[in-house]
């Protein structure tokens, strides 16, 4: 094992002892993990992988991710923190990745959540949307084209098959956000939004 091998698994175990550490909450809400950010940072600069959102890596890249862990929240937990009167438990958020039109012209992205409701039960909500990389092969233009919430447990009772509804996004309404792949490996990525916000992901 070279020695840049040998530290980027060094600060790899660092950061995932670190995020497991952390309730499910803390590391998604928006609290600040400075610490966190700093191995994150370091570890950016020791990227094993150029140009992730290249076709060619794309094997890497695509499929299932669990996010452990977002700087500053994401946007649905910033909301879910400053809005609702009742606390709102996160079970788990992931990111799925395919290949929307199998000429690696762009990504589909399923983004979702399971939240638990006082007196409620289980939510899970997704967003579906598509990533239009750019030539340099590290971001992206993101935008959303439609949501969707399914009761998944109702007052306890699992196994329900409720029905989703699914809210599509009209086209001259979706808005465009930059997403910046900024570390990939076989099971560890690294996600940057236009603001700065981190996200890790992992297999």
Known sequence: M???????????????????????????LPVEHPAIDQIICELESLNPIDQPLRPEHWPMLLGSWALVYASRGTVVTRRLGRQLPLPVGIQR???????????????????????????FGELTATAQGVWKPYEEGESARVSFGAFTVQATRLLGIAGLHLPQITVPVLEFLRQEALWITSYLDEDLRFGRGATGNLFVFRR
């Open 93 to 119: 958020v992931w990111q799925r990745l395919t290949d929307s039109e199998g000429g690696g012209a762009g990504i589909a992205t399923e983004n979702g959540a399971v939240l638990s409701l006082p007196f």
């Open 2 to 28: 070279t020695p840049l091998h040998a530290r980027r698994h060094q600060l790899k175990t660092q950061l995932l002892q670190s995020i497991d550490a952390l309730e499910v909450e803390d590391a998604i």
